[in-house]
C-alpha cells in the first residue's frame, strides 16, 4: 500500500514541477520582448484652424474670333473646285480640247486560225429506209445522188394488172440494206438533210438500186446505161409484180443476197 502512495505522490510532484518550469520560462521570454521592443507613441498634430483662403478670379481674356462661316454646300450634280498642286503637270483638261473616244477597227491576227479539215467520209449506222433512194440514221435524213427518190405510193402497171411497186421497192431496198451502216462521201446540204453517195459493203447504194429498176436516174448521169439494161431484163418497176408466186423468184444483183435477212420485214 505504501509503496503505491509513494508512487503517486513522486508522479504528482513530478507534474507540477513540470507545470513551474513552464511557467517560469514563459515568464522570461515575456520580458525579455518588453525590454527589445519600446513602447511607441502615436503623437497626433492638434487640429489647426482654418484660414480662409483668398482665390483671385482668373485675369479675362479676349474673346476669340467665331470661326469663318462655311460656304454653302455643293449640291449633288455641282463641282468643287479643287486646289492645283502642280499646274503643269496636274491639271484639268481645258474645254474644248477633250474629244469623245472613238472606236476603231482591231488590228488583224497575227496568225491565221487553222481551219480543220472536214471528213473525207461519214458513216451512219443503223439506216432505215423510208423510201427508194431516201434514209434516214439517228436524226440525219440522206437523200442518195444521181437517182430521183421514189414514193411509197408509187403504181406500175405490167399485164393489165397494177401493183405497189413503190411499197415493193421500199421492201427491197430494206433488204438490202439490212441495217448494215453507210459509208457516205460528198454529202451536202443542211444538217438534218443531206445529199450524199453512200456505199454499203463497198457497193454503191444508187447504182445498185438503178441496176435492180428500182430507181430512175437523173439525167445526164452515168447511171442511164444502168437504167437501160434494168429495162431491157425488165427488171423492178419495168417487170411485173414479183409478189407473184407462180413466177420464178426475182434475182436481185447483190452479192451479199445469199445470206439470210435477220433484221428485214417486209411491210406489205
Request: charge should be negative; proline fraction near 12%; charged fraction near 25%.
Amino acid at each position: 500500500m505504501r509503496p503505491r502512495l509513494f508512487t503517486i505522490a513522486g508522479g504528482l510532484a513530478a507534474l507540477a514541477l513540470y507545470a513551474g518550469i513552464l511557467m517560469a520560462g514563459a515568464a522570461i521570454i515575456r520580458n525579455r520582448d518588453s525590454v527589445a521592443t519600446p513602447e511607441f507613441v502615436l503623437e497626433t498634430p492638434e487640429a489647426a484652424v482654418d484660414e480662409p483662403i483668398s482665390v483671385e478670379p482668373p485675369a479675362e481674356t479676349e474673346a476669340a474670333p467665331p470661326p469663318p462661316e462655311p460656304d454653302a454646300a455643293p449640291g449633288k450634280g455641282s463641282r468643287v473646285a479643287a486646289r492645283p498642286v502642280e499646274p503643269g503637270l496636274f491639271a484639268q483638261p481645258e474645254d474644248g480640247i477633250a474629244k469623245p473616244l472613238e472606236r476603231i477597227a482591231p488590228r488583224p491576227p497575227l496568225s491565221k486560225p487553222e481551219e480543220k479539215e472536214k471528213p473525207a467520209s461519214a458513216v451512219f449506222p443503223r439506216p432505215v429506209a423510208l423510201a427508194t433512194g431516201l434514209v434516214r440514221s439517228g436524226e440525219t435524213t440522206l437523200q442518195l445522188k444521181d437517182i430521183e427518190p421514189e414514193t411509197p405510193e408509187k403504181v406500175c402497171e405490167a399485164n393489165g394488172r397494177s401493183w405497189p411497186c413503190g411499197m415493193v421497192a421500199r421492201t427491197a431496198f430494206r433488204n438490202f440494206l439490212r441495217g448494215r451502216a453507210l459509208v457516205c462521201e460528198a454529202a451536202d446540204g443542211s444538217s438534218e438533210t443531206l445529199n450524199a453517195r453512200c456505199s454499203v459493203g463497198g457497193q454503191d447504194v444508187a447504182e445498185w438500186l438503178v441496176g435492180n429498176g428500182w430507181a430512175t436516174p437523173l439525167p445526164g448521169t452515168a447511171l442511164e446505161a444502168k437504167a437501160e439494161a434494168a429495162r431491157g431484163a425488165r427488171l423492178g418497176f419495168f417487170g411485173d409484180d414479183p409478189r407473184d408466186l407462180a413466177r420464178a423468184p426475182l434475182a436481185l444483183d447483190d452479192p451479199a443476197a445469199s445470206i439470210a435477212p435477220e433484221d428485214a420485214a417486209p411491210d406489205l
